[in-house]
Nanobody, 114 residues
């Protein structure tokens, strides 16, 4: 099994920045994809950004140019969020995928408000 621990959420003013981090533990396979999804109140969970073990990335159109996903190693993933907007407010979830395993973190709240 894989466990994910997220950190870095909080309250920030529009135009500000936050950095989310996620650390995986347990039976980690080096061939994996990790990333971030988010869910705003009343909306479905959506992809924000993902990165695989080869460094290939995919971003939601709404965050391109503002968010950057990165990995320290096969067990950690970070999301640098700049130029935050009120519509970025959501619970952000870390995700780990490898083979048939699909694991979610507990979520961290990001609120963008003045």
């Amino acid at each position: 099994q894989v466990q994910l621990v997220e950190s870095g959420g909080g309250l920030v003013q529009p135009g500000g920045s936050l950095r989310l981090s996620c650390a995986a533990s347990g039976s980690i396979f080096s061939l994996n994809r990790m990333g971030w999804y988010r869910q705003a109140p009343g909306k479905q969970r959506e992809l924000v950004a993902v990165v695989d073990n080869n460094g290939f990335t995919n971003y939601a159109y709404s965050v391109r140019g503002r968010f950057t996903i990165s990995r320290d190693n096969e067990k950690t993933v970070n999301l640098q969020m700049n130029s935050l907007k009120p519509e970025d407010t959501a619970v952000y979830y870390c995700n780990y995928k490898s083979g048939g395993l699909d694991t979610w973190g507990q979520g961290t709240q990001v609120t963008v408000s003045s």
